[in-house]
């Protein structure tokens, strides 16, 4: 709805948008794409980290993040940092619940 509200807007009104570029994100789905407007700082970033969470991504795509991951945890493992019966736990996933 905004996309096609801004498109018809002449030039005059163009500078009166109602909304910044860094306030919009994308998600691009299989079938379609969802544009979102994000007007509050803190919650695109609460937005963001769980998409990077959920994703584990480090670039946008699923599942980048999984080597990252295990490499982390398996330092933590030989260093004896991490209890063997939490083994199965990523590391990351406590880490952004901290965060959250």
Known sequence: MFRKHINS???????KVPF?????????????????????EEDM??????????????NGNYGTALPVIEQIHN?????????FHLASVD???DKLREDI
């Open 91 to 93: 590391f990351a996933e």
């Open 9 to 15: 807007l002449n030039t005059r009104h163009a500078n």
């Open 45 to 58: 970033k609460i937005l963001l980290r769980f998409l990077v969470f959920v994703l584990k991504t480090i």
């Open 20 to 40: 910044y570029s860094w306030e919009c994100l994308t998600i691009y789905l299989k079938d379609r794409s969802i544009d979102l407007v994000i007007r509050n």
């Open 75 to 83: 330092k933590k493992i030989r260093e004896g940092a991490v209890d």
